[in-house]
């Protein structure tokens, strides 16, 4: 079977492309990483040195990470900790009453909603109302 051999031989190149792709893949995703840790140690840089001299900072400095974070100071929310937090039935807009969730998107809410479902940590009781397991 001289044909099943060249397919063989066809996809198993294949293969060996699609390994290379998602090596470089991976290290170009790293990599951006690292240049964006970079950027925003320069930038924290740039913010701290020119308190000092009293000038205001570029305009990206600080808007930029402000719009990206959401508010300067604040950091990553623990989502199991707010879920710690419900009540054994709640409600949506109960989690928004958390300190800190007051101006969250519903789309970043629901989103974590849906996680927790996905993780097995909560059920969907009826519409709207859901019950940590």
């Known amino acids: ?20 792709a998602r090596s470089l893949l991976s290290n170009l995703r790293k990599e951006i990483r690292a240049k964006e840790a970079e950027l925003e140690r320069l930038k924290n840089e ?7 001299t009293g000038s205001a900072p570029a305009q990206g400095a600080v808007a930029g990470r402000v719009s ?35 101006e969250k998107r519903p789309s970043e809410i629901f989103a974590a909603i849906t996680r927790w479902i996905d993780a097995g940590m909560v059920k969907r009781k009826d519409r709207g109302l859901y019950e940590r397991v």
């Open 46 to 52: 740039e913010v701290s040195l020119s308190r000092l």
């Open 68 to 102: 990206r974070r959401g508010g300067a100071g604040r950091g990553r929310i623990d989502w199991r900790v707010i879920l710690e937090q419900l009540p054994k039935q709640f409600k949506a807009a109960q989690i928004r009453e958390i300190r800190g969730l007051k």
């Open 1 to 20: 079977m001289p044909g099943r051999k060249n397919a063989d031989g066809v996809a198993s190149a294949f293969r060996q492309v699609q390994d290379q």
